[in-house]
């Protein structure tokens, strides 16, 4: 078989088919890959655009978590991971390429040196660097690469199970060089979940810890930082390695300067901002508008020493939502979805409640072109057609809204509408209660973990009162409520499902039949259709970007007007707040901020002096509160 790189795709889509059948020149492999498209950076790159490469480096950056943790392992389902460990951060775990944060999908060579796959993409093969190393000096190798996938599809996560699985065999192909081969080549985006998504596990070390068990032991890790220290529950320190094997690679320049990273834990969100204002912990993510316009009013964010920033991404909104157990029978008629929908107030919420800072959600990918805008057409009609009489035929028309009010508190013709959506669905009133015909009340329990979404459940709860609906909520702390998730023990509950650029497997772990039934997965509302699984399949089938935004529309309609889920709001940016003597980048990448690209100032005066005055290393050109223009 002729095989070409990923980095790849620069070659233009003839010439890709002429390789396909056997009539093109075999491509050499190269260090990066792309799920649509070509990678930004060239194979010579020396650093991501969106990070200072003359940051100082040195100090201890503080950061908070809520709630507890009881394990270090973060890659199955029992117990609370500590912060920080989970490869998606990159201090602690690492994989065989790592992700661009300014590009839709791409990711560039981290353990692995170079990254090869044909066509078809049927399989994808990498070479692995020759020097990557464990924290304990010993090296990455073909057979810790193999073991990561039989561990984690035998013993990990839902998720990671359900993906792994689709990886038929593993195998060394000469010294350094290791091939996965897929069940079949449908899905293209394979290849990068494989680069970019299997944590490269020490099998020397697990061979000798059970890796189905909890753990407070610190697993063997080729990351660029140890643990230092656990205090259970509380805190967990980590400290750069010194001699960290990757500390020179181009996607890795420019992060990590911390020469110590904590993770100090608060019972609830309320105390972790009065520990922040106190000086407690240094860096944080706001994401309840509320707050930010309410409680971020100090001295020291007045006189300077904390800043406000408000950033601009590209990122769509995902999709934040309560969602319904479909598994329970109240909620398996769409009438009874969109009538309980019909009952939220966002406009009086937001104004009443929520400082008008959100935006009501139309869509997973609000903010982004894969959110519908028009009817159907092309590819997209093309996608949707064979399912007509089998979805609302609403998809086949105007983008979904959902519905409105006038802000005042009194929905009344919504609530009109949804009482007699629910007395079309069975459900009719009798002595001020709304029962089935078996005279039993239709009674709904909504959990929520965050303290400041029960005054959300609480405004929902009274408009579900006027329907005659029995409405409780249920605060459970972390811990309980990760087990009611886990074995779908609710009614209702507030979620959020992520969207990215580049949309496809992590849709069939929150939407697919296959995860709907699994425990511990990410489909909490259950959904089971078909028609949201064949979308699903062509985003991963999608040999273009054209395609990719169709199947993600397609999917977007089904998912909303079927009312699987009553869509809430979002914001327009990504809010921080930081002490001043933490320094960060003044260009955001469109899938913003992250903590590794971040620095502490002060070092600046532990360096020597000519590195104390990095040409390239600027303030940011907007004050505090202001919103940034976007220069990426």
């Known amino acids: 078989m002729r095989i070409f790189s990923l980095h790849a795709i620069r070659i233009p889509v003839v010439a890709t088919i002429m390789l396909a059948s056997g009539t093109g020149v075999t491509k050499a492999a190269e260090n990066s890959i792309a799920m649509l498209g070509t990678p930004k950076y060239a194979a010579d790159f020396s650093h991501f655009d969106y990070v200072e490469s003359d940051a100082p480096q040195g100090g201890t950056l503080r950061l908070h978590a809520v709630g507890s943790f009881d394990s270090l392992n973060p890659y199955i389902i029992r117990g609370k991971p500590a912060a920080g460990l989970h490869h998606g951060f990159s201090i602690y775990f690492e994989t065989l390429a790592k992700r661009s944060r300014d590009e839709p999908f791409s990711l560039y060579g981290l353990l692995a040196e170079s990254i ?18 464990f924290s304990d000096g010993t090296q990455v190798t073909v057979s810790d690469v193999i073991f990561s996938w039989e561990t984690l599809k035998d013993q990990g996560s839902p998720n990671a ?50 890796f189905g068990a909890t753990t407070l032991i610190p697993p063997l890790a080729s990351g660029p930082y140890v643990i230092a220290s656990v205090d259970a529950g509380r805190s967990v320190t980590f400290r750069r390695n010194p001699d960290y094997w990757g500390r020179g690679l181009a996607a890795n320049r420019g992060q990590y300067n911390f020469e110590e990273i904590r993770f100090d834990y608060f019972r609830d969100a309320s105390v972790a901002l009065e520990a922040f204002k106190g000086g407690d912990y240094d860096f944080r993510f706001e994401d309840d508008a509320a707050r930010w316009a309410t409680q971020y009013d100090f001295p020291a964010a007045s006189n300077g020493a904390v800043k406000l920033d408000v950033l601009h991404t590209g990122v769509p ?42 935006t009501r959600t139309r869509s997973m990918f609000s903010g982004s072109d894969m959110a519908p805008t028009a009817p159907p057409e092309g590819f997209e ?115 959020f499902w992520g969207a990215t650029l580049s949309p496809g497997n992590e849709q069939q772990n929150y939407w697919s039949s296959k995860t709907a039934k699994q425990p511990g997965g990410r489909n909490w509302a259950g959904v089971s259709d078909p028609a949201v699984d064949a979308m699903i399949a062509a985003l991963g089938e999608a040999r273009n970007r054209a395609e990719l935004i169709a ?21 327009a940016g990504q809010r921080i707040a930081y002490w001043s003597r933490i320094g960060r980048p003044a260009k955001v990448p469109v899938y913003g901020l992250r903590f590794e690209t971040l620095w502490d100032r002060e070092a600046i005066q532990r360096a020597p002096a000519r590195s104390r005055a990095p040409s390239k290393m600027q303030e940011p050109s907007w004050q505090a509160g202001q919103t940034p223009v976007r220069q990426d």
């Open 116 to 133: 090869e796959t044909p066509p078809d993409r049927g399989w994808v093969e990498f070479k692995l660097r020759p020097k990557a190393r």
């Open 551 to 571: 199947a993600a529309r397609a999917l977007d309609r089904i998912l909303m007007w079927n009312h699987y889920v009553l869509p809430l709001y979002h914001d």
């Open 381 to 495: 009609l093309k996608l949707l057609k064979p399912w007509r009489g089998k979805v609302p035929e609403a998809i086949f028309g105007a983008p979904y809204v959902p519905p409105a009010t006038d802000g005042t508190g009194r929905p009344r013709a919504n609530l009109k509408r949804a009482a007699n959506l629910l007395s079309g669905a069975g459900w009719t009133v009798r002595d001020g209660s709304r029962v089935d015909a078996q005279g039993a009340p239709l009674r709904i329990e909504i959990t929520i973990r965050r303290p400041s979404n029960k005054r959300i459940a609480l405004a929902y709860g009274r408009n579900l009162k006027r329907l005659g609906i029995t409405t409780s909520v249920k605060l459970v702390e972390s811990a309980q409520f990760q087990g009611l998730i886990d074995s779908y023990d609710f009614d209702m509950v507030f979620g």
């Open 161 to 210: 199970r359900a993906t792994w699985s689709r990886v038929t065999r593993v195998t060394e192909t000469k010294p350094g060089h290791v091939r996965f081969t897929f069940t079949d080549n449908r899905d293209r985006e394979l290849p990068l979940l494989v680069a970019g998504f299997l944590p490269i596990l020490s099998k020397a070390w697990w061979t000798n810890h059970a």
């Open 317 to 358: 909104s995902g999709l934040s939502a309560l969602a319904f157990n479909l598994r329970r029978d109240k909620f398996s008629d769409k009438k009874v979805r969109e009538a309980l929908t019909l009952a939220f107030d966002f406009e009086w919420l937001n104004k009443t409640l929520l400082h008008n800072g959100y």
